[in-house]
């Protein structure tokens, strides 16, 4: 009881801290509030079979929604101005059941605890008042965390060169999960998202005169031509390879299979504002890792949702 009373805490304390950062805006998620769903169909291609017993990931389509997004918590910011992208996707199981993969554009988080991402929030909003530019905003992290300066490197880049098209992005969960096949054995892994098309260049023009709205409208226009693709691979962890640290990724080395393809076809017009993307909720084949992070995520997603759903 007091380990649940003190995630819950700790989830209240994060909301409290990132709604700090930008302000509250009512009836809107606390991070990545920006966002436009579409309609997607996941076709496994069997190859997961193997390692984990998850219904979705065997050999029959899933239908699922998917979730384009900006990681600000200010829904009016300019998609220009949020470097991080995000692509959640909620797999509908045949069972009646979902489980979710939440993914953004860099493969490794910049806190490995709840503990120290409130506190280098918590920075951010002290130095915000005195700091001059974002670079000594910067500097305060990375003295204070060395742990984060991967990640941090990593968005500065994806800024210096913004994305052309939601559908060309690379997408990564971050954290290991565990697959269990029908033996009981259990396969560490890491999922990222490759999409079919790949696009090198840089955002053409004056990025001052950018639609806020450019990559929401540009992926509205590319699939009315035709569905976006991406492909479900799996990096197996081997022993000694870190489950509790999403700030650390696994060597390159490490063995990937391709598992399914997802298929995007088309906008939901009505957007669903009781959706929640957690990604702790997962199947019978599939268990969460030790990363202290990702279990925490689920009692901070219900903090900002239940506050969101009563719009405040």
């Known amino acids: 009881m007091q380990d649940k009373e003190l995630h819950q805490s700790l989830a209240v304390e994060a909301v409290d801290t990132l709604e700090q950062l930008e302000g509250t805006f009512n009836g809107f998620r606390r991070a990545h509030a920006k966002g436009q769903c579409y309609q997607a169909t996941f076709t496994p291609n069997g190859e997961a079979i193997p390692f984990t017993t998850a219904t979705h990931l065997q050999e029959k389509e899933t239908s699922a929604i998917v979730r384009f997004s900006n990681s600000s918590p200010n829904p009016t910011k300019a998609d220009i101005l949020s470097p991080v992208k995000g692509m959640a996707v909620q797999f509908q199981l045949p069972d009646g059941e979902i489980t979710n993969l939440i993914s953004v554009t860099i493969?490794?988080?910049?806190?490995?605890?709840?503990?120290?991402?409130?506190?280098?929030?918590?920075?951010?909003?002290?130095?915000?008042?005195?700091?001059?530019?974002?670079?000594?905003?910067?500097?305060?992290?990375?003295?204070?965390?060395?742990?984060?300066?991967?990640?941090?490197?990593?968005?500065?880049?994806?800024?210096?060169?913004?994305?052309?098209?939601?559908?060309?992005?690379?997408?990564?969960?971050?954290?290991?999960?565990?697959?269990?096949?029908?033996?009981?054995?259990?396969?560490?892994?890491?999922?990222?998202?490759?999409?079919?098309?790949?696009?090198?260049?840089?955002?053409?023009?004056?990025?001052?005169?950018?639609?806020?709205?450019?990559?929401?409208?540009?992926?509205?226009?590319r699939l009315a031509k035709g569905a976006v693709g991406f492909n479900l691979v799996i990096q197996l962890g081997e022993d000694g390879d870190i489950t509790n640290d999403s700030t650390k990724a696994w060597p390159k080395d490490r063995q990937t299979i391709t598992i399914g393809h997802l298929s995007i076809t088309d906008k939901v017009e009505d957007q669903v504002s009781d959706l929640l993307f957690d990604p702790t909720i997962v199947p019978s084949g599939i268990e969460l890792s030790d990363d202290p992070i990702l279990n925490f995520r689920h009692d901070a997603y219900d903090v900002s949702f239940e506050r969101r759903s009563h719009n405040h």
């Open 107 to 221: 493969p490794i988080f910049v806190a490995k605890t709840p503990e120290t991402f409130i506190e280098m929030v918590a920075l951010l909003n002290r130095k915000e008042e005195d700091a001059n530019n974002k670079e000594e905003l910067v500097k305060g992290l990375i003295e204070q965390y060395p742990e984060s300066v991967p990640a941090l490197k990593m968005v500065k880049e994806i800024a210096a060169q913004p994305p052309t098209s939601f559908s060309t992005c690379h997408y990564y969960p971050i954290h290991a999960f565990y697959f269990i096949n029908m033996d009981g054995e259990k396969q560490a892994v890491k999922y990222r998202w490759m999409p079919d098309e790949t696009m090198q260049e840089k955002v053409s023009g004056d990025p001052k005169t950018l639609s806020n709205n450019y990559l929401t409208e540009e992926l509205d226009e």
